[in-house]
C-alpha cells in the first residue's frame, strides 16, 4: 500500500457523524441551550413593546422593566452556558480524533510509512484534527439554531407588520459592536494552546523520526503515552481558551444590548410626550437587530464547514492506512552479562523481495544458514541487499516469495512483538532520538536495573563519558543526538540494544567514527556477546571479518559464497578485492 486513495466528499458527512457520535449528548446540549437563549432574547422585543405601550399609559413600569432585565441576563447566560459546553464537545471531538491517530501512527507498517512524509502526517494530527473542531460542532450547531433563529424572528416580524417584514429584509444587517477588550486575553489563551499543539508536534516527529529503532525496542506504547500528554495539555489551553471566548463573547453582547436599551429609555421618553405610537416600531428594530447575530453564524458554519470537509478527508485517509495490529513487547531486564535464552538460528531460505510491485528485486532467492551462536559477517558491493536483510528479519518489510526462518519458524508465524523482543538491531547510522541519555539507553528495555546500565555503559565504553558529564545520564543529546559525536551516538544505539538482552543482534556496522581504541573495545564487546548468542554483522571492516565465524558474501540480491576469510581470500575473487579495496583496516 501506498499513497492513500481520497475520500469521497459525500462519505465525508457520515465520518463527520462518527466524530461527532461519542459526544451527541454533550452538543444536543448545547445546541438546546443555545435555542433558548435565542428565544430569550427574541422575547425581549415583545418586553420592550409592553414596556413602553406601559409608559404611554403612564401605568407602572417595575414589572415589565424586572422582565425585561431578567429577559436579557437569562438570555445571556444562557449564550454563554451553550458556547461553553459546545466548545467543551468540540475540544473532546479533537482530543479524541488526536488519541486516535496518534495511536496508529506508530503502527503504521514499515511500507506505508515509507510512503508517507512524516510532516504531512504531523499536519493531520495537529491542524487538521483542529479543523475538526468548528466542523463537528459549532458549524453544525450554529447552522441549525441560525435557520431556526432566522425563521423564529422572520415569524415575530411578520406576525408585528407584514409591511415592514418587507421592508425590514432588504435592510442592511445592522453593524455589530466589537469588545476590543476581550481580544488580547483571547488571544494570549489561543497561543498558549497553539504552542501546546507545537509541542505535540515535536513530541511526534522524535518518535516518527526514528521509527525503525521504536519498533525494534518495543517502544511503541511508552512513546505513544508521552505523546498522548501533549495532546492532554493541547486540549487543556483549548478549553481555557473557550471559557475566555464564551466569558468575552457574551459579554460583547451583553454590552450591546445594554446600549441599545439606553437608546430604549431615550424613545420611551418621545413616546410619554406622546409624539408617536413608537412600541411596534422599536420591537421592529430589536428584531431586526437580533437577526445578525444568526445571519452571520450561518455564514460563518458554511465556511467552516467546507475547510472542516477537507480535513475529515485527510484524518479519514490516515484511518485507512495499514498498521502493524500486535501489542509491542518490553523485555525486562537485561541477559546481557549470563543469558538464560538460547542464540537464535536464522535460515533464509529461497527468498525473493523487492520494496514495491514497481521497483526491480532488491533479493533474487536468498539461500543461507546462521547457526546460533557465533559471529557471522555479511560483506558485499553496495545495493548487494545486506540491509534489507535485516529489514526482513525485523519484518519491517515481507518477502516477495521464499521463507525468513527463526529458530526454524517462519518468522511471518511469530507474533511481531516476540520477534522483535528476540533481536537486538543496531543500524548502520545509530539513531538516537530526542531526550535523555538515559531515555535513549533505556528504550528497549524500561526496567534494566542500575547495576545492568552500569555494566553495558562500561563494557560499551560509554561509562568515563557519561562520568564527564555534569548531568551524567540525565543529559540531554539533542534533536537526534545533535550534541553527541558520531562515535558516541554508535556506542549508545549498541549500549541499547545490549540493554535488550537479545538472542539475535543484527548489527550494521559504521564505517567510521570510531577511534582505534574504542573500536578494539566494542570489537572485544560484540565477540563476548557472540559467544552467547547469534550475532549478524553487515561487516565493513577487515577486523571485523577476520574475527567473524563465518562470512556470507553477497552479489546482486544472492549469496555468491560463503566461508571463513581465509578460505574465501584463496577461492573467492570478489572476496578478495573486497577485502582489498572496501573493507576498512
Ligand atoms: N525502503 C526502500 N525502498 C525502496 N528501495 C530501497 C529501500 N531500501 C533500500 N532500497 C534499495 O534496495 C537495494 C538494496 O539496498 P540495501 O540497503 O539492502 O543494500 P546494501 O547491500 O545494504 O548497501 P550498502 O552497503 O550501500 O548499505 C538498493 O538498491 C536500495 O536502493
Known sequence: ?????????????????????????????????????????????????????????????????????????????????????????????????????????????????????????????????????????????????????????????????????????????????????????????TVRAQASVGAMGATLERALGALRTVKASGAEERETAAVRRAADEAWRHGIQAARWQALMGTSAGLSVQLSFLSVLGAGGARVASGAIDVSTLVAFLLFLFYLTEPVSQLIQATTQFQVGAAAVARLREVDLLETEDDAPAVRRGTTTTAPTRPPATVVFEKVVFRYRPDLPDVHRGVDFTVPGKGMTAVVGPSGAGKSTLFALLERFHEPTSGRVLLDGRDILDIPLPELRADIGYIEQDAPVLSGSLRDNLLLAAPDVTDEELHDVLVRTRLDAFVRSLPRGLDTHVGHRGARLSGGERQRVAIARALLRGPRLLLLDEATSHLDAVNEQALRDVILEVARQTTVLVIAHRLSTVTTADRIVVMESGRVRTTGTHEELLVRDALYRRLAATQLLV
Do not use: W
Not at 427574541?42 to 404611554?56: C, G, H, N, Y
Open 1 to 189: 500500500m501506498t499513497e492513500p486513495s481520497p475520500v469521497p466528499f459525500r462519505s465525508t458527512g457520515r465520518v463527520l457523524l462518527a466524530h461527532m457520535r461519542p459526544h451527541r449528548r454533550r452538543i444536543a446540549l448545547g445546541g438546546l441551550l443555545g435555542l433558548a437563549g435565542a428565544a430569550a432574547v427574541l422575547l425581549q422585543p415583545l418586553a420592550a413593546k409592553e414596556l413602553i405601550e406601559d409608559l404611554s399609559r403612564h401605568d407602572r413600569v417595575a414589572g415589565t422593566l424586572a422582565l425585561l432585565s431578567g429577559l436579557v441576563l437569562l438570555g445571556a447566560a444562557l449564550k454563554a452556558l451553550s458556547q461553553y459546553v459546545l466548545a467543551y464537545a468540540a475540544e473532546s471531538v479533537v482530543l479524541r480524533a488526536r488519541h486516535r491517530l496518534i495511536g496508529r501512527l506508530l503502527r503504521l507498517k514499515m511500507p506505508v510509512f515509507e510512503g508517507m512524509e512524516p510532516g504531512d502526517l504531523l499536519a493531520r494530527v495537529t491542524s487538521d484534527t483542529t479543523l475538526l473542531r468548528q466542523v463537528t460542532t459549532q458549524s453544525v450547531v450554529s447552522a441549525a439554531n441560525g435557520i431556526l433563529t432566522i425563521v423564529g424572528v422572520l415569524v415575530m416580524m411578520g406576525l408585528l407588520d407584514p409591511v415592514l417584514l418587507c421592508v425590514s429584509v432588504g435592510v442592511t444587517v445592522l453593524v455589530s459592536v466589537v469588545v476590543t477588550t476581550a481580544m488580547p486575553r483571547i488571544s494570549r489563551a
